[in-house]
Every structure is written in C-alpha cells, then in structure tokens.
C-alpha cells in the first residue's frame, strides 16, 4: 500500500512540474469584463497568436472584491483593477505596483431624464461601485461644480452590472460606474450623461495594470515585455479593434458598445508623476484615504 501511494504522489508530482515548465512563460492576469480592461484582452489575443513566447493567462473574475482577493493573496501575478483599491492595498502592506494605466477617459455621470443639473441632484440617491474608485471622485467633482458636496446627496454601493435596471426602475438618481454599464443605461434610455469624464479630471486616472512585487522580482525581463506588448496593444486599440474585442469578452449589445467606445481611448498609458500627483491630491481631498502611497513607492515605470 505504502508503494503504491508513493507511486501516486510521484506521478502527481510529475505531472505538476511538467505542468509548471509549459506554463512558464503565461502571465496570470485578473479582470473584469468591462471596456475599461480592453488593453490587455487585446494583448493576450495578440500574444496568443504567436507561437513561441509569453502568454497572457486572462482570469475573470465577478467583482472588485473577488479580484483583489485573488491580486493581494497572489493566486495572479497581476491585474487591471481600480486604482485606488489598488492603493489602498498597497498602503496595507500588499506587495504590489502600477505599472500602466487601463485606459485613458471612458468614464461619465449618468443621470435620470428628470435631472437638468448637478444642483438638482441635492437629496436625491446616487450610486457608484466603490468608496475606492475615480467614480467617487468624478462624482465629487461634479457635485463641486454646483457648491454641493457628497453630504448633500444619499450615496449607494451597488453592483455595476445592477445600476442601470436601478436608474429605470427610479431607485437610483444617476450613477458613474466602469463602462459599459453608463452607456447600457443611455442604451436603454434610462438616463443621459450629464458630465464625461473629461469634463471634471483633466487625464484623470481610473483603472491600473497592477502586477504583483514577487512577480517583478523573480522575472523581471517577462514583467518588462509584459508592459512594453501591454502598452503596444493599447496603442493599437482604435475603435474597430477594441469592438472587436469587447463583443468576445464582453458580450455586450453593439450600440452600448458603439455609445461606449466613444468615451475612451488606450494610447500613451504611461503613469505620469504629474497625473497621479493630482489623483493622489483628490483622493486626500475627499476622503478616500488620508495616506495613499506615494508615486515612487507605488508606481513603476522603468522596468
Ligand atoms: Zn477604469
């Protein structure tokens, strides 16, 4: 009995080393199916055509919450995630760095038909994904626009994928949420776009590739290529390709992809000192954490 099991232990060893030999070049990145995450499906449809080399191994998750489960215990090497969930990890200890951003615009408020202007929004409900998020900030920044604050209005948390039944269905007010779910609710004629998003944030910053310290470390070289393909798909990315793209991992109708797509770009994902200076200025301001990491400890660019 004995032998036998060590037989069995054996073989499984085998099998996983030959496992790990042929996978040793796949990135495990994790994200969610949104436009905001387009750059790197494309880079991992893109990969995935050449023969030899690395490999994105793209792993879908259902919520914020799950994938940063998955990024801060490091079952992925990295992700496409919100920057500032990815911050406040970073500032409670997890191993982490942005290296790029998602996306570049891509963000609106979305309203009710009966709202003409911010200022109408005093007392009314309004949801956005997370406290950690640009969809945060960009609500206060509009709010800011018309003298109110987050304190004149009732703030919810809600599933991005809930908002726009929620705005037609007169729970909710407005809503600013990772695309697609804005446009779906000007799709549906649920609401319009009372503010892009850049409007309110000049290069404003929302979503990061973020990949893992462990990861940099014990491959530096794949982390580098990883970045400079990542960076080539996005600047690839024009609206044909990113359709193309989003209607495999999306599964989305066309004209909420065709109203989407018009509200963001992927070129030039560099993070600047400049711009994340001013998101790291918004983020004190208001209130999502009174100590966010600093460019240089969070954000890498020379890898
Ligand atoms: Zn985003």
Redesign the pocket.
């Known amino acids: 009995m004995a032998l036998a099991l060590t037989g069995i232990f054996t073989f499984l060893f085998t099998a996983c080393g030959i496992k790990d030999s042929e996978e040793k070049n796949s990135i495990k990145i994790a994200y969610l199916p949104?436009t905001?995450?387009l750059a790197v499906l494309e880079e991992a449809e893109e990969l995935e055509k050449n023969s030899d080399g690395a490999k994105v191994e793209l792993v879908k998750y259902g919520s914020w919450p799950e994938l940063l489960d998955a990024l801060n215990s490091g079952k992925v090497d990295g992700a496409s995630v919100?920057?500032e969930l990815a911050m406040k990890s970073k500032q409670e200890g997890a191993g982490i760095k942005a290296v790029a951003l998602?996306?570049k615009d891509?963000?609106v408020i979305v309203v009710s038909n009966e709202i003409e202007k911010i200022e109408d929004l005093k007392g009314k409900t309004f949801a956005i994904p997370h406290r950690q998020s640009?969809h945060n900030i960009l609500l206060n920044d509009a709010l800011a626009n018309g003298g109110l604050t987050i304190e004149d209005i009732k703030i919810t948390e809600l599933a991005p994928t809930e908002m726009p039944s929620a705005l037609a269905s007169g729970q909710i007010d407005g809503y600013c949420v990772?695309?697609p779910f804005g446009a779906m609710g000007v799709s549906l004629k649920a609401g319009k776009v009372l503010y892009s998003s850049e409007e309110l944030w000049e290069d404003s910053l929302?979503?990061g590739l973020v990949l893992t310290d462990k990861f940099i470390n014990n491959k530096p070289q794949d982390a580098k290529d990883f970045v400079d393909n990542y960076k080539k798909a996005g600047a690839n990315l024009d609206k044909e390709k990113a359709k193309k793209i989003a209607k495999k991992y999306l599964k989305q109708k066309d004209d909420v992809l065709d109203i989407s797509l018009q509200w963001i770009s992927y070129d030039d994902l560099n993070i600047t000192k400049e711009t994340y200076d001013t998101l790291v200025k918004k983020v004190k301001d208001y209130k999502l954490s009174d100590n966010p990491p600093s460019y240089e400890d969070f954000v890498k660019n020379d890898l």
Do not use: M, R, V, W
Request: negative net charge.
């Open positions: 949104i905001h995450s919100l920057i998602g996306h891509g963000n640009s990772a695309e929302c979503c």
